[in-house]
C-alpha cells in the first residue's frame, strides 16, 4: 500500500504504456539513424578497423588502459581518505576546525575539474618545477571528488540515529572512537551506492588529463584515431574506447552490488541468538 501518491488507474496506466511505448520507439529510431549515418559515412569499413589487429595499437589501448586505472585507483584511495577526514572535521566539537573544513569543502566543489588539474601541472611549471603528470591529475581528482564525498560521508553519519552516539557515550567512547567504530561503519552501508557513483565519475575525470597530455585511455584513443593511412578511424576508435569505459564502469558497479548485499546480509549466528530468548522461555 502506497502512502506517498494514488495509485494509477485503468486510464493513467493506459496513458503510461502509451507513453513508454513511443519513448521506447523514438529511442530505436534514433538509434538506427545513427547506425545508418555511420554505414553511409563508411564508418565500418573494413580499412577503418583493420589497425585493431595490429599488436602495436592493442598495446597502446592497454597502455592508456592502464594508466587510466593507476590514476582512477590512486584518485579513488586519496579522495577517500580526504572525504573522510574532512567529514569528519565537520562533526567535530571545535567551530575553528568545523570553519576549516567547510571553506576547503565548498571551494573545491566550487572549482571546475579542469581548472584544478591545469593549475596543478601548469602552476609549479610556471615556476621552473615540473611536477608529473600522473601525480597533477590525482592531486585535481583528489580535491574535487574528495570535497564531494566529504559532504556524502557527512551526510550518511547525521543520517544514523542519534541514539547510537548516545549509547557509545554510555560506554566510555569519546568522539573520535564513536565516529570510527560506531558511526562510520554502520554509515557505510546505506552510503555505498553513492560512493560508488562518485568513483565512476572519478574514473571517467581521468579523461580529462588530455589538458596536460597525461597518457590515459581517450588520450591513446585520440591518437590512434588519427592516422591518415586507416582513413582517420576515429569513430571505430571512440566506439572500441567506450565499451572499454563501460565495461570497467559496470564491473565497479556489480562489485558494489554484491558489496552492499553482503554488507546487508544478516549473519545467521545473531539471527540465532535472537531466537534463543523465545526458546527458552517456551514461547
Request: glycine share 8%.
Amino acid at each position: 500500500m502506497s502512502v506517498l501518491y494514488d495509485l494509477p488507474g485503468p486510464r493513467a496506466r493506459r496513458r503510461n504504456l502509451v507513453i513508454s511505448l513511443i519513448t521506447g520507439a523514438a529511442i530505436v529510431a534514433l538509434i538506427v539513424y545513427v547506425i545508418m549515418r555511420f554505414v553511409q559515412t563508411g564508418q565500418f569499413n573494413a580499412v577503418k578497423w583493420q589497425q585493431f589487429e595490429y599488436i602495436t595499437v592493442q598495446q597502446e589501448l592497454l597502455s592508456g588502459l592502464g594508466a587510466t586505472l593507476l590514476a582512477a585507483s590512486l584518485g579513488s584511495v586519496f579522495a577517500l581518505l580526504f572525504g573522510v577526514v574532512f567529514a569528519a572535521l565537520r562533526l567535530t566539537d571545535f567551530p575553528i576546525l568545523r570553519g576549516f573544513s567547510m571553506s576547503v569543502v565548498e571551494l573545491f566543489r566550487a572549482i571546475p575539474l579542469l581548472i584544478l588539474i591545469f593549475f596543478a601541472y601548469y602552476g609549479p611549471l610556471s615556476f621552473g618545477f615540473a611536477v608529473p603528470k600522473l601525480w597533477a591529475l590525482v592531486f585535481g581528482l583528489t580535491l574535487y571528488n574528495g570535497s564531494v564525498l566529504a559532504e556524502i560521508f557527512r551526510a550518511g553519519i547525521l543520517a544514523v540515529p542519534r541514539g547510537q552516539s548516545e549509547a557509545a557515550a554510555a560506554v566510555g567512547l569519546n568522539r573520535l572512537q564513536t565516529l570510527w567504530l560506531v558511526l562510520l561503519p554502520q554509515a557505510v552501508r546505506a552510503m555505498l551506492p553513492a560512493i560508488v557513483s562518485q568513483l565512476v565519475v572519478l574514473l571517467k575525470d581521468t579523461a580529462l588529463g588530455f589538458i596536460i597530455t597525461y597518457p590515459e585511455l581517450l588520450f591513446q584513443a585520440k591518437q590512434i584515431g588519427g592516422k591518415l593511412v586507416f582513413e582517420i578511424p576515429y569513430v571505430p576508435t571512440y566506439m572500441i574506447t567506450g565499451v572499454i569505459y563501460i565495461g570497467i564502469c559496470g564491473a565497479l558497479s556489480f562489485f558494489a552490488y554484491w558489496l552492499q548485499k553482503r554488507l546487508s546480509r544478516v549473519p545467521k549466528t545473531a539471527a540465532a541468538a535472537t531466537d534463543l530468548p523465545r526458546d527458552l522461555s517456551g514461547a
